[in-house]
């Protein structure tokens, strides 16, 4: 087990004691334990590939974490009104759909290679953003219309990245069923 795999799970583990904290109104202690998670999060990648400890299992395990966190994060935040419902569909149904896509592809027998791209990488960072800065509005609170902004960019990029997520899985089905055609001998 590498030490990127080992914070990955710590924000694995870190998950449901956010959940825990949200639900009970702890939105203080909350920020504090998101805070930790967020830097696990940039710390594993940053290890993995300062001293070549990229595995097979971080490959999956990372954008799991990343998914988790966020995706029960957002849904909290809504349910107490402190992010737009909008928002939390918009970052739920990326979530899903790439889920399903990566069913999908399996399904088909395709191969994946998990590699985030630069713009999913920027929704992740977006993502973490907004959620550090809504949890941190009780101590430290901006104007309206910087929260605003803030929402309509983390929505944006995750449509945005999601649609490449799409794109990119018609594209990986197409050269399956292009690599898998029957092509006739001229004498059938």
């Known amino acids: 087990m590498t030490i990127p795999n080992v914070l990955t799970l710590i924000r694995i583990l870190l998950t449901p004691v956010i959940v825990w904290l949200l639900l009970a109104g702890r939105l203080d202690c909350a920020l504090l334990v998101f805070f930790i998670a967020g830097l696990t999060d940039g710390l594993d990648g940053l290890i993995a590939r300062l001293f070549h400890q990229k595995t097979k299992l971080g490959a999956y395990l ?96 995750s449509v945005a990245s999601g649609m490449q997520y799409i794109v990119k899985g018609f594209q990986l089905l197409d050269a399956k069923r292009t690599n898998n055609q029957h092509v006739p001998l001229r004498d059938e």
Do not use: C
Request: aromatic share 10%.
């Open 62 to 157: 990372d954008p799991l974490a990343d998914k988790l966190l966020l995706v029960s994060s957002f849904i909290l935040l809504a349910y107490l009104n402190l992010v737009p419902i909008w928002l939390a569909v918009i970052i739920v149904s990326r979530d899903v759909i790439i889920l399903l896509g990566m069913m999908t592809l399996l399904f088909h027998n395709v191969r994946v290679e998990i590699k985030p791209s630069i713009i999913s990488k920027l929704t992740t960072l977006v993502q973490l953003m907004t959620v550090l800065a809504v949890l941190a509005s009780s101590y430290v609170s901006g104007p309206r219309w910087a929260y605003l902004v803030l929402f309509f960019l983390t929505g944006l990029f």
